[in-house]
């Protein structure tokens, strides 16, 4: 099992910035691909990028492309999303999410969510 923690939600002003980690623990070394996801109120929970648990370039829903950025610390088995010209359509619960088969496979595990407000 590997057991996923978000941290750093909170409301943040539209334009403003906000970095949220995601903290990994259990069977880390049979993870390949960790995500990010988010669910507006109402909405269906939507794709925001991934990347490569032992590294490598990060890839990104168009929505966020060049104002969310996807990285990973392997010494402390957390992955970062740092969000950028947040606009109020951000606010949402942000998930962290790994799979253990590679891109474009099932995610296997889920953290709890950090919930992120973005006031206009």
């Known amino acids: 099992q590997v057991q996923l923690v978000e941290s750093g939600g909170g409301l943040v002003q539209a334009g403003g910035s906000l970095r949220l980690p995601c903290a990994a623990s259990?069977?880390?070394?049979?993870?390949?691909?960790m995500g990010w996801f988010r669910q507006a109120p109402g909405k269906e929970r939507e794709f925001v990028g991934g990347i490569s648990w032992s590294g490598g370039s990060a890839y990104y829903a168009d929505s966020v492309k060049g104002r969310f950025t996807i990285s990973s610390d392997n010494a402390k088995n957390t992955v970062y999303l740092q969000m950028n010209s947040l606009e109020p359509g951000g606010t949402a619960v942000y998930y962290c999410a790994a799979n253990v088969g590679g891109p474009g496979d099932e995610w296997d595990y889920w953290g709890q969510g950090a919930r992120v407000t973005v006031s206009s």
């Open positions: 259990g069977r880390t070394f049979s993870v390949d691909t």
